[in-house]
């Protein structure tokens, strides 16, 4: 609706039309009942030629809005889009884990991208989830690739998506790529190959892919985490690692520590292993423990 301040506006004044009027500034997010309906509500100043000539407001019903923020859970769900452990999963109350945990809380509410570092099997992709999961982007796709798994030429056209002929085999119509699937959310790159460095650096730098075989770019807006069992910084010196890459993807450097450098953690594990065998947590008795 478009109001003047002698018409509309003293008539819709839960709609902050007035107030954008006034002061000539937009008024975001509002949420407001009327007649027993909860409405969001946006309301800008219209301007032409530089003169305010009245106020623009866009109302959402918001029973709508949240049927449709269901449906796309349900889709992220059932494709398995989603992070499904948070920072209550990771399990350890020593002084590296507590720091851990505050670390990923304190970063997930970013857009910094993350590198974690740890050794295979030290729970690096549970960080990734983690940092998903308490993030402003959590509803929103989170897509792991685990890049070691996958032949080079086959990882590039899965990351940047193809165009129907692209190459020998590729899918009629084209495929989608990964960074097009993630957009909105998180794509968390698990052991990054080096024969798509470059191409990682030009959507990192640009916010854009191009699919293999194609000739339009696609914007993207993409939070990307990282994780090597490797210092990235080491592979920079023996320079098997793009040194502008790495410091595009290590804004922030988390490291996971491995179970022999917090033994106190280990009847913590030691506890859920006890139960699934019916056995209760005082068999691991203090002398069990000490050894």
């Known amino acids: 609706r478009v109001a003047t301040p ?18 000539q500034t937009p008024h975001i997010d509002k949420l407001v009942t009327i007649n027993e309906r909860q409405l969001l509500i ?37 494709r398995g889009l989603v992070a499904n452990y948070t920072c209550r999963d990771i399990v350890g109350n020593a002084p590296a884990i507590v720091r851990l945990k505050k670390n990923i809380q304190r970063y997930a509410h970013t857009d910094i991208p993350v590198f974690i570092y740890g050794e295979t099997g030290t729970g690096k992709e549970l960080v990734a989830h983690s940092l998903h999961a308490a993030s402003s982007r959590s509803q929103q796709p989170f897509v792991v690739v685990n890049c070691a798994a996958l032949p080079d ?54 916010r854009e892919v191009m699919h293999v075989g194609g000739d339009r770019f696609i914007p993207i807006n993409v939070r990307v985490l990282c994780a090597s069992n490797k210092q990235l910084l080491h592979l920079v010196r023996k320079g098997t ?51």
């Open 6 to 23: 002698n018409r509309l506006a003293p008539f819709f004044r839960p709609l902050y039309l007035e107030e954008v009027l006034r002061e």
């Open 42 to 78: 946006n309301a800008f100043p219209l301007q032409l030629s530089s003169t305010a000539t009245g106020a623009l407001c866009f109302i959402h019903d918001v029973r709508s809005l949240q049927r449709i923020s269901r449906k796309i859970s349900a889709d992220l769900q059932a």
């Open 153 to 206: 030429p086959l990882l590039e056209s899965e990351l940047f998506g193809y165009e129907e002929g692209a190459f020998t085999g590729a899918k009629r119509g084209g495929k989608q790529g990964l960074f097009e699937l993630a957009n909105g959310g998180t794509l968390f790159l698990d052991e990054i190959s080096h024969a798509v460095q470059l191409r990682l650096l030009r959507v990192l730098d640009a």
């Open 241 to 291: 690692f793009r040194m502008d890459l790495y410091f595009r993807l290590t804004g922030v450097c988390l490291e996971v520590p491995p179970l022999r450098n917090r033994l106190e953690d280990i009847a913590l594990f030691a506890a859920p292993l006890l139960r699934r065998y019916g056995k209760d947590k005082k068999a691991l008795g203090p002398e069990i423990q000490k050894r």
